[in-house]
């Protein structure tokens, strides 16, 4: 029987890693979260679906970071100040 925690790609026992980095990690991670989201909604579980898309888009979002565009900062920053005064 294979008890949950007992073996992972990321913890070997002398505290070296399989992943090199932090990117890898989470590029091996979002793998396996798309995997298990789709099992989850095959079984018709809709909150562990959404749960595990969440967690693949964190993961996803390591791997792929995206920068705000200056326009779009312009464009938060005005909406911060109408939300402030209401």
Do not use: F
């Given at each position: ?76 920053a ?9």
């Amino acid at each position: 029987m294979h008890v949950i925690g007992t073996h992972h790609s990321l913890g070997a026992a002398n505290g070296q890693t399989r992943h090199r980095t932090e990117t890898e990690a989470a590029d091996h991670i979002a793998q396996t979260l798309i995997e298990l989201r789709r099992i989850a909604k095959t079984c018709g579980l809709p909150t562990l679906t959404g749960l595990l898309e969440i967690a693949y888009y964190e993961a996803y979002s390591k791997v792929h970071p995206t920068e705000i565009p200056e326009d779009a900062k312009k464009w938060v920053a005005e909406i911060e100040k109408v939300a402030a005064q209401l």
